[in-house]
């Protein structure tokens, strides 16, 4: 069955980058994706990559797939306080109902 | 943005409650909505799907008697945690797939924090 995996924790300093790592083990998903969840609230989706793409940019986001080596990582650069949550990466499963699979949540943590 | 709308964002009761939790999709039809179940510092397991206008589909383990689905329109499902006992005690929450976006995503309600006494 499908595996997401995330390595659990990552603290950094104001101002640094940020690089969170995900593997995955389906490689018919079509999309995947980078949520943030901050404490007791839901899950906002802050990117997606399309499987055939290498590289995508979105303001301070950059989201990297190596679709051979099943890796997919975010980068946040110039990361913020407000950037202290849990990440969670998630590939769709190519079924009907095309449903959701999260990795484990890599907890970030930003100091001043 | 599109924006799923679920409530109670609370809920304490006494055991052998039935508890009913509703999610909306505000500015999207959604055929197909999901709810999850997320224990303390761990990832989001899937409980079932909700298709509008036919049955859900549970997942593996998810008691359907237990856990009550109807997804009534294309806006609004509920889940009903019938008869609840301490060990239901958990955040759900439920997401909602907007089909009008290319990429498909799903959007997420901002949880329900269930207590049973």
């Known amino acids: 069955g499908e595996d997401v995996e995330q390595s659990l924790f990552l603290s950094v300093r104001e101002g640094d980058s940020s690089v969170i790592n995900c593997t995955y083990t389906?490689?018919?998903?079509?999309?995947l994706y980078w949520y943030k969840q901050e404490p007791g609230a839901g899950l906002q989706l802050l990117t997606y990559?399309?499987?055939?793409?290498d590289m995508k940019q979105d303001q301070r986001l950059t989201v990297l797939l190596n679709k051979k080596d099943k890796h997919l990582s975010l980068r946040i650069a110039d990361t913020q306080t407000g950037d202290s949550a849990i990440y969670f990466c998630?590939?769709?499963?190519?079924?009907?109902?095309?449903?959701?699979?999260f990795g484990t949540g890599t907890r970030l943590l930003v100091s001043p | 943005g599109a924006v799923v709308s679920q409530h109670p964002s609370r809920v304490i009761c006494k055991s052998g409650t039935s508890v009913k939790i509703e999610c909306r999709s505000l500015?999207?039809?959604?055929?197909?909505m999901f709810w999850y179940r997320q224990f303390p510092k761990q990832s989001l397991m899937l409980m079932a799907t909700?298709?509008?206008?036919?049955?859900?589909?549970?997942e593996q383990g998810v008691e359907k008697d237990k856990f009550l689905i109807n997804h009534a329109s294309l806006t609004l499902s509920t889940l009903t945690v019938t008869s609840a006992h301490p060990e239901d005690s958990s955040f759900y929450i439920c997401?909602?797939?907007?089909?009008?976006?290319?990429?498909?995503?799903?959007?997420f309600g901002d949880g329900t924090r269930l207590s049973i006494l």
């Open positions: 500015d999207f039809q959604a055929t197909t």
């Open positions: 998630a590939e769709s499963t190519n079924t009907g109902f095309q449903k959701l699979v």
């Open positions: 990559i399309f499987s055939n793409m």
């Open positions: 909700s298709n509008e206008g036919s049955k859900a589909t549970y």
């Open positions: 389906d490689s018919s998903s079509t999309y």
């Open positions: 997401s909602a797939r907007d089909r009008g976006q290319s990429y498909q995503p799903q959007h």
